[in-house]
């Protein structure tokens, strides 16, 4: 299943988180504060402020709240005289000196519609003290002054009107820490979704594969590196269980060899039983007692065939079996082996080819067991042979490579046998007969190629059958 790659991280999404709960919880906070000022306004946050009880069109707006907390408003004469008031008036000044209102006038609030808080008074017969913030609003200019008492005020970027906060903290507290705890419990959720989940199903995953299963696929969409982990964990997955079925099979093709192995010593030992039984019951005429004996010695020859080679498929087999490697010319050494086989090969009544150069090609190789994969090589193609009339065999450098060809001009191996040619113990078909071999060869060959570095595999081209080695260029093994 093809994902998209422009997935978030885990690091991004952990700092957008983050950044979520940072801002929803300023949002909550703000909210909050909204709305319990607009409950100590009377459902308007602009009655919380005192300066804002008088418009500036010059009317009193709502008295409520600032009566609540014992305040009221008077308006004054130009002269600073008292005209009237609203609300209980809790001073007896009835007249405000010019400098005071000056003052406020130089500061600048009366030009701003602002408000101050620099005309204190206090209640008769009483320590508690009030503060004032002016007015001059409206057309024609009127002159107010909003009085509350100083400790129901608290001064923050504006002047809001504490109004019994005091006693109602808690209710802020407590509404503000329950939906924070409801933004903590969405955040959390939030997160569960994209990195609990993917865990979870990678944990359970890991436990199926411990208890044996082995088609599992974990599939699930979050971020880029959850993605990563499922797709390689999946890719393990996958390799785990075709590496079990891979053991399998090399397990099932031991089994197979061993009986193989146990059929093919199985007749000749049988043949040798025969042989020894018949010579001492004296059941053999005189002049046939020396076949019996080339058959006993032919059947024994069979069998020490049989374990040499099954010797050195096991000992190739060994990660740590090393070449007996030295440096030689393989023009040499392939050309010795192609003069023993010559007369072989022409007594059979065919055509040997041989094409070697006569520049040395330097390799360093394992002298005895390459050549071995020649003589196997050259063997097969004289015993199998039965249809064709040329043997050739050629060696020629290809760029950094050595190539070396053995080719008959036979009938075709057949398509089924291909696959499983080099495989140990393996059979051909009816046109090429194994004649007697072990069914080792082809698979001790190409292991001792591939134990020096390079490649044999078969070929059908022009008509020819063709077992073709591929080497690297001279290097230390």
């Known amino acids: 299943m093809k994902r998209k790659n422009n997935k978030k991280s885990i690091f991004s999404r952990l700092v957008g988180s983050y950044v979520l709960f940072l801002f929803g ?32 069109e010059g009317t009193i707006r709502d008295l409520e709240v ?14 600073g005289n008292l005209i009237t008031s609203w609300g209980e008036k809790k001073t007896e000044k009835e007249r405000y000196e010019i400098p005071e209102l000056a003052q406020l006038c130089d500061l600048g ?13 206090h209640e008769a017969g009483s320590d508690k003290e009030y503060t004032a913030c002016i007015r001059y609003v409206g057309e024609p200019k009127r002159i107010f002054l909003v009085c509350y008492p100083s400790s129901a005020v608290s001064y923050k970027l504006t002047y809001m009107i504490n109004n019994g906060v005091g006693k109602n903290t808690w209710i802020f507290f407590a509404a503000f820490g329950l939906l924070f705890l409801a933004e903590v419990a969405g955040i959390s959720l939030y997160l569960k979704k994209h990195i609990d989940k ?29 993605d990563e ?21 090399i397990e099932q093709g031991r089994n197979q060899m061993l009986l193989e192995l146990a059929h093919d010593i199985k007749n000749p030992l049988a043949s ?30 069979r069998i020490r065939m049989l374990t040499e080679d099954l010797n050195t498929s096991l000992k190739l087999e060994n990660d740590e079996y090393r070449l007996a490697a030295e440096e030689a010319d393989l023009c040499e050494t392939v050309r010795q082996i192609c003069a023993e086989f010559y007369e072989e090969i022409t007594d059979a009544g065919k055509e040997f080819e041989i094409d070697i150069p006569e520049e040395p090609v330097p390799a360093v190789i394992d002298k005895k067991l390459f050549g071995r994969v020649i003589q196997n090589l050259l063997s097969n193609a004289n015993k199998y042979n039965s249809t064709g009339k040329v043997i050739s065999l050629s060696l020629h450098e290809d760029g950094d490579q050595t190539v070396i060809e053995v080719a008959d001009d036979g009938e075709a191996i057949a398509e089924d046998f291909v696959p499983r040619m080099f495989d140990e113990f393996a059979r051909g078909d009816t046109t090429r007969k194994t004649d007697g071999g072990t069914g080792l060869g082809l698979a001790i060959a190409r ?28 290097k230390e093994r």
Not at 66 to 79: A, M, Q, T
Not at 109 to 121: A, K, P, R, T
Not at 211 to 217: A, F, H, L, S, T
């Open 66 to 79: 600032l009566s609540r907390i014992g305040g009221w408003v008077e308006e004054l004469d130009e002269k």
């Open 198 to 226: 993917p865990l979870r199903q990678l944990m359970d995953g890991m436990d199926e594969v411990s208890e044996g299963k082995r088609d599992i696929v974990i599939d699930y969409d979050s971020d880029r590196e959850f």
């Open 447 to 474: 292991k001792i190629v591939e134990k020096h570095g390079g490649v044999l595999k078969y070929i059908r081209a022009e008509e020819k059958n063709i077992f073709c080695i591929r080497m690297e260029g001279k």
């Open 25 to 56: 919880t300023i949002f909550l906070y703000v909210v909050l504060a909204i709305l319990i000022i607009s409950y100590l306004g009377n459902g308007s946050v602009e009655n919380a402020s005192p300066q804002t009880v008088v418009t500036n």
């Open 109 to 121: 609030y009366v030009q701003m519609g602002g408000s101050g808080v620099y005309l204190e008074q």
């Open 229 to 249: 982990i499922r797709d390689r964990f999946n890719r393990m997955a996958r390799k785990l269980k075709d590496s079990e079925e891979e053991k399998h099979r």
């Open 272 to 301: 040798i039983k025969s042989c020894v039984g018949a010579l001492q019951e004296g059941l053999v005429e005189e002049e046939k007692i020396r076949d019996q004996y080339r058959v006993i010695d032919s059947k024994a020859e």
